[in-house]
């Protein structure tokens, strides 16, 4: 079993760098791919930008037909692309093959919305603009530079992709060069629905090919997901040319069990949602917090299922070699600091698979309770109160998503709300994340910035803004140095009469 990681590139006979994917569980090469440089990336900025301005004449309509006969492509070609996932990151294949098919529901919701969402449409201008007629429509940027995680290839670029397509942009998308295969097929099956025009391309490489595109000013918007660094090292070359980004960063998601929930459910999500594709999800469920009165037989039922699951059968291998340290790390921490291992432990770290393990009482202040595991653990603590549990899984730097199982309908949605993180589901687990039409993104070292739904259509778009003057209103003759006292006279008593009174 070899653990070789894809993170280094050699020079190739015709003089281009080069660099392999491995296979993570077996150390097999699944392909060779090109490290494309400062000047490789440029080109394919440039060329995008050339395609841009066709892209966004093609109008809604041509685009919508174009992204919908893509969807068919993909949808025709999901083994295929289900396999390739499979091979590079090592997940189950029906794993592999459920994040494609909501990438297709997403680039169907985004090529179906644009028009709806971002289209011209008339705004209302207000009494004291009543002579004038306002337009509002949403352009596109022209080139989005997509920089993508390994850990869902498909689905997560999908929702920039598509979204920044279906807004009339060229795209230039980057990889994770430990999935690079996946980024190449999907710019490939592209192009056999736009064969002359590079619309979307794929450029590969390591951390400096992303560098080279986030740096680039001919880049409108970089669309970015991994790790909070890197993200930061990005938003520094973005800053460069003033180039806005969308930040879809890590999290460290809670699920919240009340006195009332369904236990037996509460717990089938937190092992799925902990557990399922070795914990390697940005959304995936990092910690419990259980109501004292129903802890003991939540437990229960977390760790009979808990031990029921397997690594290397309902979940594959740790995709990036490097992170099974940091697993171990903070399984040993918690455990040095008082923590109790309920299910698996320090053994259960065994590269390139982790097997589960669930912790309880690990001090709130330790590296498994506050830092993204990325692993198949959970960590589980008693509380008093729900609104204990809402302050404790508040309490951590990132707010990406979480979980409610509550049996009140009100006071789960009380609680979704109050929790601080860009998204939660109630009663299911990350069960957001297959809804196109909500938006998706966090705050704080989660990140910022909106993909899917109408918000992430409009995230790759740049609001244009159009008031036209239809007749002139004699003695309200504002925006000119001709302007009277009279006129302003007139204009203060208006307004004092639309918005003079008090309403308490
Ligand atoms: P990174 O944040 O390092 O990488 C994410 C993407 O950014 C990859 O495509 C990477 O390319 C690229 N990249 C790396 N350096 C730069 C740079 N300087 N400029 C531009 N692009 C760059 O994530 P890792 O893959 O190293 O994973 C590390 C941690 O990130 C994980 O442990 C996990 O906690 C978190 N993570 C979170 C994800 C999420 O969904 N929110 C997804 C993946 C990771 P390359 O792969 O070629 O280095």
């Not at 890197?230 to 040319?241: H, L, Q």
């Not at 039922?301 to 740790?318: D, K």
Request: with cysteine; charged share 20%.
């Amino acid at each position: 079993m070899s653990t070789t990681s894809a993170r280094s590139a050699r020079p190739a006979a015709a003089g281009r760098a080069s660099f392999d994917s491995v296979n993570p569980a077996t150390g097999a090469v699944v392909g060779t791919h090109p490290v494309h440089d400062a000047e490789a990336v440029g080109a394919a900025v440039a060329a995008a930008g050339e395609a841009a301005g066709w892209w966004a004449g093609l109008g809604f309509d041509g685009r919508r037909r174009v992204l919908l006969d893509y969807k068919a492509v993909l949808t025709r070609e999901l083994r295929r692309i289900a396999a390739l996932a499979h091979e590079e990151t090592g997940k189950p294949i029906a794993d592999a093959t459920l994040e494609t098919v909501l990438a297709i529901t997403h680039l169907d919701w985004a090529a179906r919305n644009a028009r709806k969402v971002l289209g011209r449409r008339r705004v209302g201008t207000g009494l004291i603009g009543a002579n004038l007629a306002a337009t509002l429509e949403y352009l596109p940027l022209g080139v989005v530079g997509v920089i993508g995680p390994w850990n869902y290839p498909v689905f997560t670029p999908m929702g920039s992709i598509a979204y920044a397509l279906a807004a009339g942009n060229a795209v230039v998308f980057k990889p994770s060069e430990l999935t690079p295969g996946v980024g190449a097929l999907l710019a490939e099956l592209f192009a056999e629905c736009v064969p002359d025009r590079p619309v979307f391309q794929v450029v590969t490489g390591l951390g400096e090919t992303g560098a080279a595109l986030a740096g680039h000013p001919g880049v409108g918007k970089i669309a970015f997901t991994g790790s909070t660094a890197t993200a930061k090292r990005v938003m520094a070359a973005c800053a460069e040319n003033l180039t806005p980004m969308v930040a879809e960063c890590g999290g460290k998601d809670a699920l919240i069990v009340d006195a009332d929930a369904d236990l037996a459910a509460a717990a089938d999500a937190a092992v799925w949602g902990a557990m399922s594709n070795a914990g390697q999800t940005c959304v995936g469920v990092e910690r419990v917090y259980v109501v004292e009165r129903v802890y003991d037989d939540f437990m229960r039922e977390l760790t009979e299922r808990a031990r029921g699951v397997r690594s290397g059968e309902h979940y594959g291998p740790i995709t990036m070699p490097e992170q099974t340290d940091i697993i171990r790390r903070h399984v040993d921490d918690a455990l040095a600091r008082g923590g109790r291992a309920v299910v698996g432990g320090a053994d259960s770290v065994r590269p390139p698979y982790v097997d589960p393990v669930v912790l309880a009482d690990v001090p709130e202040d330790s590296a498994a309770v506050r830092e993204e595991t990325f692993g198949p653990t959970l960590t589980v603590r008693k509380v008093a109160t729900v609104s204990e549990a809402l302050e404790r899984a508040n309490a951590v730097a990132y707010g990406l998503g979480g979980t409610i199982f509550s049996g009140n309908p009100r006071r789960a949605m009380e609680l979704a709300r109050s929790m601080l993180s860009g998204m939660t589901a109630i009663n299911s687990v990350i069960s957001f994340a297959g809804v196109p039409s909500l938006p998706f993104g966090g705050t704080g070292d989660s990140g910022f910035g909106r993909i899917h739904g109408a918000d992430g259509l409009r995230e790759f778009t740049r609001p244009k803004a159009i008031s036209r003057q239809r007749f002139a209103v004699p003695g309200m003759n504002l925006t000119s140095f001709s302007r009277s006292p009279a006129d302003l006279e007139r204009l203060v008593k208006l307004v004092t009469f639309l918005h003079g009174r008090r309403k308490s």
